[in-house]
């Protein structure tokens, strides 16, 4: 079968020079997803790891001041840590991202295909992809904001709590 019966059979295919340039501009998408995902899991990390250091200032309170106000605003920020936990394993918890290389099928798929055609398959994949990964690195963006926002309140919390045991007599 000849390229222009193929084409035929295939009639979604755009303009070649629109194709090269669509699929130039979205060939690396997955890895960039992919180094978003892993930057995303890494700040995760970090406004844990604060969280972490916050909770551990816990420990400048003035024992022998300690009273209700200090108590009940370190029993605050340590909810708040467990609910950080807890959005932590959200976040840092393993995501299945699609990559749209496909080798181990590319050449079953396309093997009696011209180029254009090829090339159409694997813009097709990456867009299908994109919308899945960027569904999944949202929902990590969203629960690194929540999780950053509960930092704030564990930090104001704990130095409340700090203040209020060496400021009350």
Same mark, same amino acid.
């Given at each position: 079968?000849?390229?222009?019966?193929?084409?035929?059979?295939?009639?979604?295919?755009?303009?070649?020079?629109?194709?090269?340039?669509?699929?130039?501009?979205?060939?690396?998408?997955?890895?960039?997803?992919?180094?978003?995902?892993?930057?995303?899991?890494?700040?995760?990390?970090?406004?844990?790891?604060?969280?972490?250091?916050?909770?551990?200032?816990?420990?400048?309170?003035?024992?022998?001041?300690?009273?209700?106000?200090?108590?009940? #605003?370190?029993?605050? !920020? $340590?909810?708040?840590?467990?609910?950080? /936990? *807890?959005?932590?394993? %959200?976040?840092?918890?393993? @995501?299945?991202?699609?990559?749209?290389?496909?080798?181990?099928?590319?050449?079953?798929?396309?093997?009696?295909?011209?180029?254009?055609?090829?090339?159409?398959?694997?813009?097709?994949?990456?867009?299908?992809?994109?919308?899945?990964?960027?569904?999944?690195?949202?929902?990590?963006?969203? #629960?690194?904001?929540? !999780? $950053?926002?509960?930092?704030?309140?564990? /930090? *104001?919390?704990?130095? %409340?709590?700090?203040?209020? @045991?060496?400021?009350?007599?």
């Amino acid at each position: 079968m000849g390229y222009n019966e193929r084409v035929a059979k295939h009639p979604d295919v755009p303009n070649p020079a629109t194709l090269d340039l669509i699929f130039e501009h979205v060939k690396d998408a997955p890895e960039k997803q992919g180094q978003d995902l892993s930057d995303l899991d890494a700040k995760a990390m970090e406004v844990f790891a604060g969280a972490s250091v916050i909770l551990g200032a816990g420990a400048l309170i003035d024992a022998k001041q300690v009273g209700s106000w200090p108590t009940l #605003l370190l029993i605050v !920020a $340590l909810i708040v840590y467990i609910v950080m /936990a *807890i959005l932590s394993y %959200l976040v840092l918890h393993t @995501s299945e991202l699609r990559g749209s290389r496909y080798a181990d099928t590319l050449w079953e798929d396309f093997k009696a295909d011209p180029p254009e055609v090829l090339k159409l398959g694997i813009v097709t994949k990456v867009a299908k992809d994109y919308a899945h990964n960027f569904k999944i690195i949202k929902r990590k963006a969203r #629960l690194i904001d929540a !999780a $950053l926002f509960l930092t704030a309140i564990e /930090a *104001i919390s704990v130095a %409340l709590a700090v203040l209020s @045991s060496r400021l009350v007599p």
